[in-house]
C-alpha cells in the first residue's frame, strides 16, 4: 500500500527497507512487484527516495553469510532481478510507444 497511495508512504517504505529489503523483489499474486503500483506522478519522488537509500537494496561490501541464507538470497535477488528488468522493460515500452504510438504495433485508428 505505501506504493500506491494518494500521497508516497515514505516512512512506511523507509521501515520496511530497513527491516525486509527482501520485499522489494516479491511479487503478489498478479505478480506485480510494490513499486509496480507506484503512480506514475510519483516516480521521481521514488527515485529519489530509492536513489538515497541504495545501501539499503545493495550491500556495498561483502558480508559472511550461511550457505543456507546464499541459497536464500540467490533466489530472491534472481526474482528480484528478473521484477525490476520486467519493470524496466515495461517502463521502456510505455515511454516509446507515447513518444511514437506507431512503434507499439497497434493500429491507433
Same mark, same amino acid.
Given at each position: 500500500?505505501?506504493?500506491?497511495?494518494?500521497?508516497?508512504? +515514505?516512512?512506511?517504505?523507509?521501515? +520496511?527497507?530497513?527491516?525486509?529489503?527482501?520485499?522489494?523483489? +516479491?511479487?503478489?499474486?498478479?505478480? %506485480?512487484?510494490?513499486?509496480?503500483?507506484?503512480?506514475?506522478? %510519483?516516480?521521481?519522488?521514488?527515485?529519489?527516495?530509492?536513489?538515497?537509500?541504495? %545501501?539499503?537494496?545493495?550491500?556495498?561490501?561483502?558480508?559472511?553469510?550461511?550457505?543456507?541464507?546464499?541459497?536464500?538470497?540467490?533466489?530472491?535477488? $534472481?526474482?528480484?532481478?528478473? $521484477?525490476?528488468?520486467?519493470?524496466?522493460?515495461?517502463?521502456?515500452?510505455?515511454?516509446?510507444?507515447?513518444?511514437?504510438?506507431?512503434?507499439?504495433?497497434?493500429?491507433?485508428?
Amino acid at each position: 500500500d505505501a506504493c500506491w497511495t494518494v500521497k508516497p508512504n +515514505l516512512d512506511l517504505m523507509d521501515f +520496511l527497507m530497513q527491516e525486509a529489503p527482501q520485499l522489494l523483489g +516479491l511479487s503478489d499474486v498478479r505478480g %506485480h512487484t510494490p513499486f509496480a503500483y507506484a503512480r506514475r506522478d %510519483h516516480w521521481a519522488v521514488w527515485m529519489g527516495f530509492l536513489t538515497q537509500r541504495r %545501501h539499503l537494496i545493495i550491500p556495498s561490501k561483502p558480508r559472511r553469510v550461511s550457505a543456507s541464507s546464499i541459497c536464500t538470497t540467490v533466489t530472491t535477488s $534472481a526474482a528480484a532481478n528478473a $521484477a525490476m528488468s520486467a519493470r524496466a522493460a515495461q517502463l521502456s515500452a510505455a515511454a516509446a510507444s507515447r513518444a511514437n504510438p506507431q512503434l507499439t504495433g497497434v493500429a491507433t485508428r
